[in-house]
C-alpha cells in the first residue's frame, strides 16, 4: 500500500507542477539557474566518463577478437552500437541519478526541513512549480549532454583503439560508417528524455515530500538515487523492447 500511495503522490505533485504557473520572468532565471546547476555542473564528470568508457569499451573488443578472420573494423563498429545505444544514454543517466538526482532531493529537502516551501505558500506561490518546473525545462536540454557523451566516447574508442595499435586508422573509421542505422540515433535520443524527465521529477518527489530533519535528508538522497536508477533500467528494457524488438 505504501508503493501505492508513493505512487499517487507523485502524479498528484506532476499534477500540481503544470498547475498555477509562476511569473514568467522569475521562471526564466530560475530555468537559466538550473541549466547552469544540473548541466553544465555535469559536463566534466560526463566528459571524463564517457572518454574513457570509450576507450575500455574498444580495448576489450579489441583483445577479445583474436580470430584473424575476424576483421579489425569490428572493433570500431562494436564501440559505435555500444556507446549510442547503451553506454551514453543509460550509463551516463545512471551516474547522474547520483550527482543530480541527489542534488535536487537534498536541496529540495532542506528547504522543506527550514520551512521555506511553507513560507512559498504563504506567500501564495505555487511551490512545486516553481521548485521542480524549471528542472524539467532544464533536463530538456539534457540530450545535448548525452550527445557529447557519444561523441567522446568514440572519441576515446579511436584514441585507445589506433593509438594503442590494435586498429589502424582507416579500418576503425571504415568500421564506424559500416551498416549505420540512423533510427538507433532516434532510439537513444527518445529514451534520453524519458530519462531526462525521470531525472528532474523523481529526486523532485523524494526531496518535495521528505518528512524529518537533516539527517532524513541524506537518506531521502539515498532513496532517490535507488529508485531513480531502478525505474531508469526498467523504462530502458520497456523502450527497447517496444523500439528495438
Given at each position: 500500500?505504501?508503493?501505492l500511495?508513493?505512487?499517487g503522490?507523485y502524479?498528484l505533485?506532476?499534477?500540481?507542477?503544470?498547475?498555477r504557473m509562476t511569473?514568467?520572468?522569475?521562471?526564466r532565471?530560475?530555468?537559466f539557474?538550473?541549466i547552469?546547476e544540473?548541466?553544465m555542473?555535469?559536463?566534466?564528470i560526463?566528459?571524463?566518463?564517457?572518454?574513457?568508457?570509450?576507450?575500455?569499451?574498444a580495448?576489450?573488443?579489441?583483445l577479445?577478437?583474436?580470430n584473424?578472420?575476424?576483421?579489425?573494423?569490428?572493433?570500431?563498429?562494436?564501440?559505435?552500437?555500444?556507446?549510442?545505444?547503451?553506454f551514453?544514454?543509460?550509463?551516463?543517466?545512471?551516474?547522474?541519478?547520483?550527482k543530480v538526482?541527489?542534488?535536487?532531493t537534498s536541496?529540495?529537502g532542506?528547504?522543506?526541513v527550514t520551512?521555506?516551501?511553507?513560507?512559498?505558500?504563504v506567500?501564495?506561490?505555487n511551490s512545486l512549480?516553481?521548485l521542480?518546473?524549471?528542472k524539467i525545462?532544464?533536463m530538456l536540454?539534457?540530450?545535448?549532454?548525452i550527445?557529447?557523451?557519444?561523441?567522446?566516447?568514440?572519441?576515446?574508442?579511436?584514441?585507445?583503439a589506433v593509438?594503442?595499435?590494435?586498429?589502424?586508422?582507416?579500418l576503425?573509421l571504415?568500421?564506424?560508417q559500416e551498416?549505420?542505422?540512423?533510427?538507433?540515433?532516434?532510439y537513444a535520443?527518445?529514451?534520453?528524455?524519458?530519462?531526462?524527465?525521470?531525472?528532474?521529477?523523481l529526486?523532485?518527489?523524494?526531496?518535495?515530500?521528505?518528512?524529518?530533519?537533516?539527517?532524513?535528508?541524506?537518506?531521502?538522497?539515498?532513496?532517490?538515487?535507488?529508485?531513480?536508477?531502478?525505474?531508469?533500467?526498467?523504462?530502458?528494457?520497456i523502450v527497447?523492447?517496444?523500439?528495438?524488438?
Open positions: 500500500m505504501r508503493y500511495q508513493s505512487i503522490e502524479f505533485m506532476l499534477k500540481g507542477v503544470f498547475g511569473k514568467r520572468s522569475v521562471l532565471e530560475l530555468i539557474k538550473e547552469d544540473i548541466i555542473g555535469s559536463l566534466g560526463v566528459a571524463f566518463l564517457s572518454f574513457f568508457i570509450g576507450a575500455v569499451v580495448l576489450q573488443t579489441a577479445n577478437l583474436n584473424p578472420l575476424i576483421p579489425k573494423s569490428l572493433v570500431a563498429f562494436a564501440a559505435r552500437q555500444s556507446i549510442i545505444l547503451e551514453a544514454p543509460t550509463f551516463i543517466s545512471i551516474i547522474m541519478a547520483g538526482g541527489s542534488f535536487i536541496s529540495i532542506s528547504m522543506r520551512e521555506q516551501i511553507d513560507a512559498l505558500e506567500m501564495g506561490i512549480n516553481y521542480i518546473f524549471p525545462i532544464a536540454t539534457y540530450p545535448f549532454l550527445a557529447i557523451s557519444m561523441f567522446l566516447g568514440i572519441l576515446g574508442a579511436y584514441t585507445a593509438m594503442g595499435g590494435f586498429v589502424p586508422a582507416d576503425f571504415q568500421g564506424l551498416e549505420f542505422d540512423p533510427y538507433h540515433l532516434f535520443f527518445f529514451k534520453t528524455f524519458l530519462f531526462a524527465f525521470i531525472l528532474a521529477t529526486p523532485s518527489y523524494h526531496g518535495y515530500y521528505m518528512k524529518g530533519g537533516s539527517l532524513e535528508v541524506g537518506q531521502a538522497s539515498t532513496t532517490s538515487f535507488v529508485w531513480t536508477s531502478v525505474v531508469i533500467i526498467i523504462t530502458n528494457y527497447t523492447q517496444l523500439l528495438l524488438s
